[in-house]
């Protein structure tokens, strides 16, 4: 655990004096494809995580919205090789196609197909 007890860096931080930073117990939160590289890190860590919980909002597995690159973390049917308590938010636009920076149309994150 660490304490803040330098009052110059509490001041200026604006932390509050009795701030205790918990790195023992973690809460691991992603968004879209992000959820893969958390995934992925909890897979590689072996169960030497101190994260307790996570939390993913629209979570995408893959590096690629094109389907080319066949890199993913979770292969159905079989389980991963961690257990933690895990809330799945869907954003509601999952299944929507968008666009990026140049007015190209990208592919669905979550295609309702899948």
């Known amino acids: 655990k660490i304490h803040f007890n ?22 691991l939160g992603a968004q879209s494809s992000g959820s893969h590289v958390a995934v992925e890190y909890l897979k590689q860590s072996h169960n030497c995580s101190s994260v307790k919980a996570m939390f993913l ?3 995408v597995d893959g590096v ?7 890199e993913f973390c979770i ?35 979550a295609p309702e197909d899948l």
Not at 7 to 25: A, K, N, V, Y
Not at 64 to 70: A, R, S
Not at 84 to 100: C, E, H, K, Q, V
């Open 57 to 59: 909002m629209s979570p």
């Open 75 to 109: 292969h159905p049917p079989t389980l991963l090789n961690f257990q933690t308590p895990t809330m799945i938010i869907a954003g509601g636009l999952d299944s929507i196609p968008g666009m990026d920076n140049i007015g190209s149309l990208m592919p669905a994150c």
């Open 6 to 27: 330098n009052q110059e860096l509490r001041t200026d931080l604006g932390i509050h004096q009795d701030l205790t930073m918990d790195f023992e117990s973690l809460y």
């Open 64 to 70: 690629d919205p094109f389907g080319m690159i066949k």
